[in-house]
T-cell receptor, first 114, second 119 residues
Framework: ETGVTQSPTHLIKTRGQQVTLRCSSQ?????VSWYQQALGQGPQFIFQ???????GRGNFPPRFSGLQFPNYSSELNVNALELDDSALYLC?????????????FGPGTRLTVT | AQKVTQAQTEISVVEKEDVTLDCVYE???????LFWYKQPPSGELVFLIR??????QNEISGRYSWNFQKSTSSFNFTITASQVVDSAVYFC????????????????FGKGTLLTVNP
């Protein structure tokens, strides 16, 4: 069984640019959640996708957007990058129905904005 | 609104010492789930335990034990006879029971406690 994978591992972008991060969910999981983890902080919920639709969103501006594909993989897009967007971005997949909060995390993508 | 507080930012112990990581939570839900995750330097979050709000029994798994007290809204984590490999950031997290669509809702994390176990 393949776990959650994310690409790329590391990324460096310039302020104002746009970035796309990718996540492949664990086999059989139809729900994907994205989290942002700033240095020294806990992960913060960005949004969740279930059956290709956004299913809950945290306190993040609209320039953070996402997609989920029929194979349940997902993308996180961030437009007009700001320095504060520098963080580890974690993707988590989960089965649904399933146990609430049961999420399996990928290794993350470390984004640096200069 | 949900909130998780981990008051201990950093803890340093010597190998074989016992250590307790504190977690206090706030929620208005009567049904909720509590979690502990470990994050080694590699960055991947490793699931350790999940408890639901109706089960206040303490749990032990090897050197790990968890103390859930609803009366004080706490879910503390104890490592007995700590080892160098236990060095990591530990996160406590809280989740609602989930929405009617059957999907799993968000995890609310604390800021984490950096545990350093010295040889």
């Amino acid at each position: 069984e393949t776990g959650v994978t994310q690409s790329p591992t590391h990324l460096i972008k310039t302020r104002g640019q746009q970035v796309t991060l990718r996540c492949s969910s664990q086999s059989g999981h139809n729900t994907v959640s994205w989290y942002q983890q700033a240095l020294g902080q806990g992960p913060q919920f960005i949004f969740q996708y279930y059956r290709e639709e956004e299913n809950g969103r945290g306190n993040f501006p609209p320039r953070f957007s996402g997609l989920q594909f029929p194979n349940y993989s997902s993308e996180l897009n961030v437009n007009a990058l700001e320095l504060d967007d520098s963080a580890l971005y974690l993707c988590a997949s989960s089965p649904s129905p399933g146990t609430p909060g049961e999420q399996y995390f990928g290794p993350g993508t470390r984004l640096t904005v200069t | 609104a949900q909130k998780v507080t981990q008051a201990q930012t950093e803890i340093s112990v010597v190998e074989k010492e016992d250590v307790t990581l504190d977690c206090v939570y706030e929620t208005r839900d009567t049904t909720y789930y509590l979690f502990w995750y470990k994050q080694p330097p590699s960055g991947e979050l490793v699931f350790l335990i999940r408890r639901n709000s109706f089960d206040e029994q303490n749990e032990i798994s090897g050197r790990y034990s968890w103390n859930f007290q609803k009366s004080t809204s706490s879910f503390n984590f104890t490592i007995t006879a700590s080892q160098v490999v236990d060095s990591a950031v530990y996160f406590c997290a809280l989740s609602e029971a989930g929405n009617s669509g059957g999907s799993n809702y968000k995890l609310t994390f604390g800021k984490g406690t950096l545990l350093t176990v010295n040889p």
